[in-house]
């Protein structure tokens, strides 16, 4: 075959395409014969070919088979030879039927693996291709209701802002009891004397004069509104600027367009942003819980317990609190977040 060039001898230029694959299964299904597949060759492929294709596989059950012989084998010059095994397209235009075993045995080397594993890849790339073009159309909605929430991370962003910046000390307590006791807000009880189980004023675990006894006045909630590192406004902002880089517009013409990579990278981009969606609601939520009206009553319990030495101060109003440790740390916080959505849009089957 002269610079790549080769002669076609079957019928099939081109590999058949889903509709024709659909006919062909539904020959099996219905006869029990794939023989029966119109236009099939009966010799083994050339292995001099560069492209050969797994177009389907094939499995009939011996009891469909006439006579309960085997399904014959292009490779074992169409020998009766196997029940499972795959539909092979070659680049000489010609569809075979081969045998799982004898297709690993003839194309050696792993290249029977290869032509495996395009075949899975040329389904995943189609099934991406599906999925696409059933999902992009969404696109708008979906960023409609990413927009929606821009009241509510907003308001979130500026409250928090402002409680690292305007009370920075109470701040850096409240994240330590995040990070050292899961939000639990405590105060120490002395006990200097103990006059049962042992002598008194001596205490096993402390080994000392006096036991110490720590009392939970309450559980703070909401630890990502305290956390420097969550930008509301930032994420929602990357969240839109993912959907936006989605294709919009004639949604057909759009992943005709594209190639291969263009196909994955897409899928990618998509799914990664139906993730993310979802993922920046919780975590809004999860900040909105610091201002929760059971989460700053329990702040002002914690504030106002006789055993708590800070000097710190906290006012209820109807929608905020007023919180003042000293001169450097007085803030107006508001609490009425602006309601979320549960972005049901997001809910879309994956590929
Ligand atoms: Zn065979």
């Not at 050292?180 to 080994?207: C, I, K, M, W, Y």
């Not at 006012?315 to 549960?342: A, G, K, Q, Y």
Request: hydrophobic residues 40%.
């Amino acid at each position: 075959m002269p610079d790549g060039s080769f002669s076609t001898v079957g019928p099939y230029l081109f590999p058949p395409p889903p509709i024709q694959i659909e006919e062909f299964l539904f020959i099996v299904k219905e006869t029990g014969e794939p023989e029966r597949i119109p236009g099939i060759t009966r010799a083994p492929p050339d292995l001099s070919l560069e492209r050969h294709e797994l177009i389907c596989e094939i499995h009939v059950p011996v009891g469909q088979r006439p006579g309960g012989e085997y399904i014959p084998c292009a490779i074992c010059r169409d020998v009766p030879k196997f029940l499972h095994g795959h539909l092979l397209w070659s680049e000489d235009g010609c569809l075979r039927l081969i045998g799982h075993c004898c297709a690993h045995e003839y194309f050696q080397g792993g290249r029977f693996a290869d032509i495996v594993d395009q075949g899975r890849r040329k389904r995943q790339r189609k099934a991406q291709e599906d999925w696409l073009l059933d999902n992009l159309e969404k696109v708008p909605d979906l960023l409609a209701e990413i927009v929606a929430l821009q009241p509510a991370a907003g308001f979130l962003h500026k409250q928090k802002s402002a409680f690292a910046k305007e009370a920075p000390a109470v701040h850096e307590i409240f994240q330590r009891a995040f990070r050292n006791s899961a939000g639990a807000l405590t105060v120490v009880h002395e006990q200097l004397a103990r006059n049962h189980d042992g002598p008194r004023g001596f205490h096993s675990s402390t080994g000392g004069q006096s036991d110490y006894q720590v009392e939970i006045v309450a559980t703070l909630r909401g630890q990502e509104f305290l956390m420097t590192g969550f930008r509301p406004i930032s994420a929602l902002k990357k969240l839109i600027a993912q959907l936006e880089a989605l294709p919009g517009g004639n949604v057909l013409d759009a992943v005709a367009a594209m190639d291969e990579q263009g196909v994955d990278a897409t899928t990618r981009m998509f799914l990664a942003a139906l993730k993310a969606g979802p993922a920046l609601v919780a975590r809004l939520r999860a900040a909105a819980l610091f201002l929760s009206p059971a989460n700053v009553a329990g702040m002002k319990k914690w504030a106002e317990h006789p055993n708590n030495p800070l000097p710190l101060h906290i006012d209820l109003r109807s929608s905020s609190f007023r919180l003042r440790l000293d001169e450097n740390n007085i803030l107006l916080v508001l609490t009425s977040c602006p309601p979320m959505s549960d972005l049901k849009g997001f809910d879309i089957a994956l590929p």
